[in-house]
């Protein structure tokens, strides 16, 4: 925009927040054809003259305001530059003033740390600190073991404080050793029984380990188990008039599951439903559990499954034994060598009841009553297992306080026997 040509004096005042402009005459170009167009438009060009200075002013106002943030900004990069390059040189100072004082102190060769710790710790110091706690320690032990020999040397029952323990040991002793005499007299006693089972445990050794070969040739494996099962079932089953047949060697609707097959009433007449015992002497998973008992009924045939294992370390994982599952599922523990068939005879029944309930009408078999006589049996052969459990637990509590007694007894004669040496070293012939 080139200056304005002024015919008569300027004036330029600003009042109200408002630019008042009197006598002024503008010739650029630019300004003249802007106000002629809005003149042959038909516009106001006081409006066009207005909008023109306060763009401009806006634009003027940018453009120092630019100016003087490159401005700042060179005067920032100076300053700056100034302040890196004083605190390089600072920090050089403190690097090497550290590194300075950390040689002084943990040069390994001249530093003062390992001085102190040679001086300290060094077999060849004689302020170092293993030979002072030596020293103590040597001291402390001369006055303990000259304070103890005064104790045993001294014979006044009123200085002495042992006096009354050790003529308590001699006494002890002296039963301990009578007692010991007996106890060998019984043992021989005894040796002569133990020499008799001797030879008859010898010869059911022999047997038994002619048992375990067998069952290692993995032919004739959970065999014996399985007989001794279905030997049992048998006997409970023909109580009720029921037929039990071993059918493990026998095939089935589609293979071999189950090894003992019992038709309800079959001794009288047709079978009014069948029950599948599974012999394991192994443990199985939860779905093997029910995978093999779900086998068992569908190739025989059957209502109701039980599994029948020899202990408690037998049952499958996260199940219990005389707790029923699905409805039509057991387990149950049997052991041929404990001898005791309760549990069996209990798991019997209840599959029996079970089985009488799904086939038989309310005109023979009060369902209800049948139920509740049911859950009074499941009740207390719970009952049963507890005190079964409490008296195994019991037996194993018992054996262990033997145990321990046996040891704390080892233990009180290793002691007398060590303080009697003591006093057969300490005190002089004579004093007793």
Known sequence: MEAATQLRQAHVSVQDG???LDHLLLRDEVVVRLVRDRLEAGDDPARAITDAIEIGARVLDREQTGANAEFVK???EKVSARVENEFGERARTVAELLGKKVDEVFDPDTGNLARSLDELFSDGSSN????QVRQVVTEVMQRSREDLR???LSSDEGVNPLADFKQSTVEVLKRSAAEQHATNTRLLERMGELSQRIHSLSAEKEKLEELAFERERGTAKGRTYEEAVAEAIDAVAAVQGDLAEA???QGGAGGRKGDVLVSLDACSGPARGRIVFEAKDRKLSRPGFVEELDCAMAQRDADYAVMVVPGENEIPAKLHALR?????KLIVVYDPEEGSTLELQFAYRLARARVAIKRDGTDEVDAAAL??????AVDAM?????VKSQLTHAEGAIGTARELLEAMTGRVRGELGELDQLLATADPPGDY
């Open 18 to 20: 408002r630019v008042l």
């Open 382 to 386: 719970d009952d049963v297992r507890k």
């Open 74 to 76: 060179t005067e920032f």
């Open 371 to 376: 139920r509740v006589s049911v859950k009074r």
């Open 324 to 328: 029923e599952y699905y409805g039509d």
């Open 247 to 249: 059918v493990g060697d």
């Open 128 to 131: 170092a600190v293993q030979h």
């Open 150 to 152: 005064k104790q045993f």
